[in-house]
């Protein structure tokens, strides 16, 4: 069973030379983020007095020009990009593991335990989550925690409700009967029938949750209530960005064009693994 | 995926036990005779009963927005009066006697439930000048004006693209529009707010960057343009995908058998039906454009509700974000009704009064 989702991943990838591309830009990009500030010669808050506000592509050893405060937008950017992934990746994680297992709970005992619990995600679904993640970072105070508390609190729901309904479907199916009958044990079954037909929409949900996280971020960070400086994050450059529309508007393209780049691919990655990976589709 | 989910939540009722009747020329089903159709009371009774279910189903969700919201600002470490200097203990006391938080948390939450009854949101802890409800009545016009002119321009334009783009399926304008819709689905408002100020404003010099007169029109068009795109490419999407999907239906044949024009049949027999999920988006949109009326307000500097609750979450101003946030709460939860009544105007199966 395993190897047959491995397959199926690698028959997608080779299928889809654009999902092919947008997984390596992803790599390029998250490998950039991590290493690219300690090879460039610049500090994230280091202050070049003889070059401020410079524009891209100048000779100034700045490749993509400098803020207001004479700082690389290249470093920056890249330290935004590595402190938003960071914190999408950790909203994404906390989501997979509360949704899964919540899920999975609920779809696996069923009846009134499942209503019961998933009355509790409704309940949640119906707020307004974008305003209770601003209460939320208004009551713990502004800062990276907070960002990965509030996304993470409300981004497991779709999950839960994706793995529950998959765990009720997948318990009636004929190949869990079939190895029922065949004597397999509980844990073997779990293991070997549901947990990896499971993988497949959780793979996909989670590709599909972490452009989402990094939104959600930036939007915060761009109204000044998520990461605060000297801390950058791609919210914050954009911000920064925007206020120097009139005398640098690459402040504003550098970054945005990154934040771009990454929600584009994670979302042609995510919907080429859903048409490989969906089980309905098969 | 989603837009199954859509057409579900809005035609799949529980049937009403007992309620079987013979069908009715309006609906759907017409044309099937001796067809069991559902049939409830009268027409005009079941709008209103809807329309009260609905809204008794929303003060739960409402008194639960209020109930968190004021039980996660009490849970705040740190009181409001917390500032760069520790108060002297007598003052802090006072104030807090003063502003009512020296009573027990029920005791609190009951008065503040109460005003909320008589409309009363509280005093502002930052805006000391102001209560909470003299900020709404002041932010609320600004606000609802631009969401609604969004909405508005995203249907107005998106329901359009999305019947051409169907119509010219797999030609050059579909593609064109449909590439067109994933750039704007997948830009956020906020790089879209400041690109449109940078092309209007301050390059083409058309349009002011930012700011606000009041009654000065050309202050509005930015803001209602970056927050009426994602939307418009959302609907366009949505709407191309549902005609699609409705023009395979056995009555789109039927019509077409009896030799009416092509565009008779998409006008008059595919629309309505497949207008369905773009009217029930019509709540994910009023949320998104909630959400994104924070970024368009800070953006171009209009004197809303958004800048008002970020200004007060910046201060940690507790009362302020918590009236927003309800105000906001109830805004979405209007949003929602409006569009499932619009959804059981549109669909003759809830028209005629299958809904329990």
């Known amino acids: ?282 | 995926m989603d837009q199954i989910d859509i057409i579900q939540t809005s035609t799949d009722f529980p049937r009403p036990p007992g309620a079987i009747g013979r069908g009715n020329a309006e609906s759907a089903d017409a044309g099937l005779p001796g067809k069991p159709v559902m049939r409830y009371k009268g027409r005009g009774m079941t709008i209103v009963t809807f329309i009260l279910r609905r809204l008794f189903a929303a003060i739960p969700t409402l008194g639960l927005v209020v109930a968190l919201s004021f039980l996660l600002t009490r849970l705040a470490p740190g009181g409001p009066f917390d500032e760069e200097q520790a108060l002297p203990p007598e003052i802090r006391a006072n104030l807090e006697a003063a502003y009512g938080l020296d009573a027990p948390l029920h005791v609190q939450f009951g008065r503040y439930v109460r005003g909320l009854l008589q409309g009363d949101f509280g005093p502002s802890y930052k805006y000391r000048d102001f209560t909470v409800s003299e900020l709404i009545a002041d932010g609320l016009p600004v606000s609802l004006t631009l969401g609604a002119a969004a909405l508005l321009l995203g249907l107005a334009l998106g329901v359009p693209a999305g019947i051409w783009a169907g119509i010219a399926r797999g030609h050059a304008a579909d593609r064109l529009l449909m590439a067109l819709a994933v750039a704007g689905i997948s830009i956020p408002v906020f790089v879209v707010a400041p690109l449109l100020a940078l092309v209007f404003g301050v390059w083409l010099r058309w349009l002011p960057v930012a700011g606000w007169v009041p009654g000065r029109p050309s202050d509005l068009v930015l803001p209602v343009l970056a927050l009426a795109l994602p939307i418009l490419a959302f609907i366009a999407r949505l709407m191309r995908a549902s005609l699609l999907e409705t023009m395979r239906s056995p009555w789109i044949r039927a019509a077409r058998a009896r030799g009416l024009p092509e565009r008779a049949v998409v006008l008059h027999h595919a629309l309505p039906a497949a207008l369905l999920p773009v009217v029930s988006y019509a709540a994910p949109a009023a949320a998104a454009v909630l959400a994104g009326s924070l970024v368009v307000e800070t953006q171009f500097g209009l004197p809303g509700m958004g800048r008002h609750l970020v200004q007060g979450a910046l201060n940690r101003d507790y009362t302020l974000v918590m009236g927003m946030v309800i105000v906001y709460a109830a805004l979405m939860i209007a949003f929602n009704l409006l569009a499932d009544l619009a959804c059981s105007w549109l669909d003759p199966r809830i028209r005629d009064g299958r809904r329990t």
């Open chain 1, 1 to 282: 069973m395993r190897g047959g989702l491995g397959r199926d991943v690698r028959a997608a990838l080779v299928r889809d030379r654009l999902a092919v591309a947008c997984a390596t830009m992803l790599a390029l990009l998250v490998l950039a983020a991590v290493a690219g500030p300690w090879l460039l010669e610049f500090d994230e808050d280091q202050v070049d007095w003889a070059h401020m506000a410079t524009p891209p592509f100048e000779a100034t050893g700045h490749w993509l020009g400098t803020d207001r405060l004479g700082r690389d937008l290249l470093v920056r950017t890249l330290h935004g990009l590595r402190v938003s992934l960071a914190i999408a990746f950790a909203a994404t994680l906390v989501a997979l593991v509360i949704g899964v297992a919540f899920g999975a709970f609920a779809g696996y005992r069923r009846g009134r335990t499942d209503a019961l619990m998933m009355r509790f995600v409704d309940t949640l679904y119906a707020l307004p989550q974008v305003f209770f993640v601003i209460i939320l970072t208004v009551v713990f105070g502004r800062g990276p925690l907070t960002l990965l508390v509030a996304i993470g609190a409300f981004g497991w729901l779709t999950m839960a409700r994706i793995v529950r309904g998959q765990a009720l479907a997948l318990r009636e199916r004929e190949f869990v009967e079939a190895a029922i009958a065949g004597g397999a044990g509980t844990l073997r079954i779990v293991t070997r029938h549901v947990i990896p037909n499971l993988l497949g929409p959780v793979i996909v949900y989670a590709t599909l949750t972490l452009p989402q996280a990094i939104l959600v971020e930036s939007f915060l960070s761009f109204l000044g209530i998520g990461i605060q400086e000297p801390l950058a994050s791609l919210g914050n450059l954009i911000a920064d960005g925007a206020g120097e529309l009139e005398t640098a508007p690459w402040m504003l393209a550098v970054p945005a064009a990154c934040l771009l780049l990454v929600v584009f691919c994670c979302n042609f990655l995510g919907d080429s693994l859903r048409d490989a990976l969906d089980p309905r589709d098969q």
